[in-house]
């Protein structure tokens, strides 16, 4: 007789793969040294903006006035009943100029299969939050999708989230997402580029 894996341990298994593929990607960027990396999410930070500006115009004002903003990309894996996605990302501060390489990750529970690219600007509303965004690290809960406006009602712009004093604009492929999806999402300060 042929034993079958039960339904718990086939998630298990999934899972424990996933968390596995984030911690041998772990989550850094590509390029073979520190410089490499540094440059290729510079490159991405350029890449991130040129397109948010050109679906958004009135957003390279915004991005001004802000005291600082921060650029992430990804990668998110969804197999069967999990996903998980790493990615890396940099805070910019306005004043200062300083730049702050970061990383993010992200575990789901749910159905599906597919990769998704995730690319996201955040603006930060004041300097504490910012301060708080990149030395605390930060998590994204379940109410960052509830506070999603659509169109030019509310609060909100067409494409951003605002959340606990920063506003979030995700790009997919077709454009601005009219609801970010950041649910479970960490972000925290890449101490081996900074």
């Not at 802000?66 to 790493?86: E, H, Q």
């Not at 301060?131 to 998590?139: A, C, I, M």
Request: proline share 3%.
């Amino acid at each position: 007789m042929q034993a079958f894996a039960s339904p718990k341990s086939t998630v298990a298994t999934l899972a424990a793969l996933l968390i596995t593929a984030i911690f041998v990607t772990a989550c850094a960027a590509p390029g073979q040294t520190r410089q490499d990396q540094r440059q290729h999410i510079d490159r991405t930070e350029q890449a991130v903006l040129t397109e948010l500006f050109q679906l958004k115009p009135d957003l390279r004002n915004d991005l001004a006035r802000a005291p600082g903003y921060a650029v992430f990309s990804n990668v998110n894996v969804n197999l069967l009943l999990a996903s998980a996605s790493t990615g890396y990302g940099v805070a910019v501060d306005n004043q200062t100029r300083q730049r702050t390489y970061m990383k993010m990750g992200e575990l789901g529970v749910g159905l599906g299969f597919g990769v998704k690219d995730f690319r996201a600007l955040f603006l930060f509303d004041s300097p504490e939050v910012m301060d708080r965004f990149v030395n605390r690290g930060w998590s994204f809960g379940g109410h960052a999708d509830a506070a999603a406006k659509a169109q030019d009602k509310g609060a909100a712009i067409g494409g951003e989230v605002v959340a606990d004093g920063m506003r979030v604009y995700q790009l997919t492929e077709s454009g601005i997402a009219l609801q970010a999806t950041l649910k479970g999402t960490k972000f925290w300060k890449d101490n081996e580029l900074n």
